[in-house]
């Protein structure tokens, strides 16, 4: 009799646990892909260590999502009044189908990615798509569709596409309050496993402590509940979305300020920006009308693999006209950094930054000069807080920790590293005319 039950050694979790369901979906084609997309990019230029991939944080994901899911839906972390809003939870049948749906919709929640992760994406893409949009289309592509019904029990595409990418990348898929809390547990920006995993595994893999953060206690305090009164009246939401417990309060802002200090430290470190931006040049020149395919084969076809060959391919040959794109990848030639952005500097003009950018470009050349104002997405994060009474406050009354967290902004110019001294004496005999005119 074969196994019913596989395990897979991982840094972060120890073990990854799979059915045998699980198993068949690892071996797809699209998530095979995974193992040849690097998760932070070029970060590994910077950062040795950061050689991980896309394959094995989504099975990270997967194994969180599970755990979140046997906690928040225990009939002990219920209360009344959540339990009669969900018949998905009334037996055994439908909820061991809904924790099927969402590991799997964990597993694919990356497979739309391009080569070398977030890098450029906008620019590569055709108008209107998205990483997710593609992950959508591979979930309910032939392809998938066959091994989703093949499954005990069959699974729905559309309820994996759902919970893959969440409402605002799937607006034409009808959700219910049921799908959208299963679909934060993995995008949520307080609690989803998505950040959960990433934070923990790149700082893991880059060797810093700046990601680290109790997700133990988090997990275990997690729950669905009702949104805190929302008006003077003291008025109920009767809208659930994941919280958390009390106890749990200092593990979440852990993890939020864990995310802070990642995107400060090491996302937005300038050298990693810089090598983004020459690697989105080089795609643009090199890709046919500069954007990569969207179509399920077209998408597979590409992996980080083949653009280093390409890099590795144009370096080496002076004849190209994407030769020396390749080589401030290839040889470590990329721009240097001539400008962040400055409070004094700021304070004096908003458009600091962008006039001195505009005024390099004057004296030495639009292509000498690249120009990056990085900042950290997501709306401002607020969410339920059950008290040990019983009773729900929000998270920003109750955690002044939280409503001080500041947003990662920052703004680079870069300059051919043969510039850098002569315009790095220009800017500052000139800086202070620049961003007073």
Known sequence: MGKVFHEIRDPIHTFIRLDNDEKVVISSRQFQRLRCIHQLALTFLVYPGASHKRFEHSLGVMELAGRVFDVVTHPHHLSPEIRELFSQLDTDEKRSYWKKVLRMAALFHDVGHLPFSHAAEKELLPDEWTHEKITKHHILSDEMQEIWSNMTPPLRAADIAKLAVGPKEAPELEFDDWSTILS???????????????????????????????????????????????????????????????????????????????????????????????????????????????????????????????????????????????????????????????????QKNEQAALLIKQALEDKYGAENIRFDSPFQKGESIDFPVQLKDGSIESASSLSKTLNEIPVVKTEYVFIKRELEKEASLWLSNNKDDIIMS
């Open 184 to 346: 934060e547990i993995i995008t949520s920006g307080a609690f989803g496993v998505d950040r959960m995993d990433y934070l923990l595994r790149d700082s893991h893999h880059i060797g810093v402590a700046y990601g680290r953060f109790d997700h133990y206690r988090l997990i275990d305090t997690l729950r669905i509940l009702q949104a805190p009164p929302l008006d003077s009246k003291g008025e109920q939401s009767r809208e659930p979305t994941l919280g958390v417990e009390a106890g749990g309060l200092q593990s979440a802002e852990a993890l939020l300020l864990a995310r802070y200090f990642m995107f400060s430290q090491v996302y937005f470190h300038p050298v990693r920006r810089i090598y983004d931006i020459h690697l989105k040049d080089f795609l643009c020149a090199m890709l046919q009308g500069g954007k990569f395919p969207t179509d399920v084969e077209g998408h597979l076809s590409f992996t980080d693999n083949e653009i280093l060959v390409e890099l590795r391919r144009a370096c080496s040959d002076n004849s190209l006209s994407t030769s020396e794109l390749a080589g401030r990848i290839i040889k470590r030639q990329h721009f240097k950094r001539l400008y962040e952005r400055k409070p004094t500097d700021f």
